[in-house]
């Protein structure tokens, strides 16, 4: 079946440690985004990539970072840069460039300890 | 920068009522609007979109309504079923630029 993936689907780290979130598709779709879900909140833009080798801010880039090396894969890492790193986040991927018409993995709970 | 917004927090129903959460947008130039339901630790599932040259878009039990003059937006939903009972987020888009989230609205359904 296609679709994207996230994982783990919880994930817990310690204050000052960076950490790896994984996000796949095999829905051979160029773009791929991620977003940060807070209690409340609507979801705002982490990173997007439109292609492979390329990627962009998005809203609230400060303290993640982020690779393409392979089209089916966008890992977002959350670095101890990031003052408040506990929240869903989620990733999406779209044909091309047009979040309107992205499909959302399931996402994973970033929980500080 | 500007953003999507919802009336109301939280919307409890009986099960067989319809339903209707409201959400308001602030940038005219926006011409795509989505609908977005998401159940507990899961990720937005696409439920309904509209485009800014329609008033209104019906699909199976949900209806979609766009007001451009006072810049509002409102799902429908029909016969509402415990099923339903997640959070509803609307989206608004300019073309060629990122999606802006509103903030959501949880409708829980009681039987």
């Known amino acids: 079946d296609g679709g994207i993936t996230q994982s783990p689907k919880y994930l817990f780290r310690k204050e000052g440690q960076n950490v790896t979130l994984s996000c796949e598709q095999n829905l051979n779709h160029d773009a791929m985004y991620w977003y940060r879900q807070d209690p409340g909140q609507g979801l705002r833009l982490i990173y997007y990539?439109?292609?492979?080798?390329?990627?962009q801010k998005g809203d609230i880039a400060e303290g993640y970072s982020v690779s393409r090396e392979k089209k089916e894969s966008f890992p977002l890492t959350v670095t101890s840069a990031q003052k408040n790193p506990t929240a869903f986040y989620l990733c999406a991927s779209s044909i091309e460039y047009r979040p309107s018409e992205a499909f959302f993995g399931q996402g994973t709970r970033l929980t500080v300890v | 920068g500007e953003s999507v917004g919802l009336h109301l927090p939280t919307l409890s129903v009986q099960e067989g009522d319809n339903s209707i959460i409201n959400c308001a947008y602030s940038?005219?130039?926006?011409?795509?609007f989505i609908w977005y339901k998401q159940e507990s630790g899961k990720g937005p599932q696409f439920i309904i979109d509209i485009r800014s040259n329609m008033d209104k878009r019906q699909g199976q039990r949900v209806t979609v309504l766009l007001n451009k003059t006072v810049k509002h937006l409102s799902l429908q939903i029909a016969a509402t079923q415990p099923g339903d009972s997640a959070v509803y987020f609307c989206?608004?888009?300019?073309?060629?630029?990122?999606?802006?989230f509103g903030k959501g609205t949880t409708l829980s359904v009681s039987s």
């Open positions: 989206a608004e888009n300019q073309a060629g630029t990122a999606l802006i």
């Open positions: 990539s439109q292609i492979v080798n390329d990627f």
């Open positions: 940038n005219s130039a926006s011409d795509y």
